[in-house]
């Protein structure tokens, strides 16, 4: 079972900040926090990754709580490009680890 | 980054017959790849690790004599379906991580349709 909670669904205005909430309140110590992102009928896409400290690329931003429980991806400035199912992911962080995905959030960017 | 490609990436094939989906790693040698499906509307459902040179770990409910991986190069793992049947259509994507990456690198995914 994932072992992470998203909402099903977010919409956001192009051009705003998307802010998408994850809870993992389970995670353990060696664990980082991944998100992913699965365009309609493509792959899922690797967008950031992160331990304890906020994390930053040019993709996005993570925020990681102090006690580790929750997390928020930031994207700065959507665009319809940004229209995409976003899943947080707990797991170790090196090697060929399996991937759980839980259902994700629906983000849908309106112009 | 990395690359993973996937050959076909649509098949449409007749209940009964069998379909081989392709998974390479471009760019990188991959000693274990990830089998992936997801039916509309779904999240991806985990259903094997591929290993290099050994046999193939399937996750609960997964047949393997029905899903046939293979993984004999460190850049090639394929999936069979064998005896297709309607329910099996589905959108399959592989991933692999190049060594000692943090980032797991996902397919484009292979839409099988089986009528």
């Known amino acids: 079972d994932a072992k992470t909670t998203q909402p099903p669904s977010m919409d956001c205005a192009e051009g705003r900040a998307a802010n998408l909430p994850c809870n993992h309140s389970t995670i353990s110590g060696n664990e980082y926090v991944y998100w992913y992102r699965q365009i309609h009928s493509q792959g899922p896409q690797y967008i950031i990754h992160?331990?304890?400290n906020n994390e930053t690329n040019e993709m996005a931003s993570l925020i990681i709580t102090e006690d580790r429980k929750s997390s928020t991806l930031i994207l700065p400035h959507a665009t319809l490009r940004d229209t995409a199912v976003y899943y947080c992911?707990?797991?170790?962080?090196?090697?060929?680890?399996?991937?759980?995905f839980g259902q994700g959030t629906r983000l849908t960017i309106n112009p | 980054g990395a690359v993973v490609s996937q050959h076909p990436s649509r098949v449409i094939c007749k209940s009964g017959t069998s379909v081989k989906i392709e998974c390479r790693s471009l760019d990188f040698q991959a000693t274990t790849m990830f089998w992936y499906r997801q039916f509309p509307k779904q999240s991806l459902m985990l259903m094997a690790t591929s290993n290099e040179g050994s046999k193939a770990t399937y996750e609960q409910g997964v047949e393997k004599d029905k899903f046939l991986i293979n993984h004999a190069s460190l850049t090639l793992s394929t999936l069979t379906v064998t005896s297709a049947h309607p329910e099996d259509s589905s959108f399959y994507i592989c991933?692999?991580?190049?060594?000692?990456?943090?980032?797991?690198?996902f397919g484009p995914g292979t839409r099988l349709t089986v009528t």
């Open positions: 991933s692999a991580n190049p060594p000692a990456s943090y980032e797991q690198y």
């Open positions: 992160g331990l304890k």
């Open positions: 992911i707990v797991r170790v962080a090196k090697g060929a680890q399996k991937l759980v």
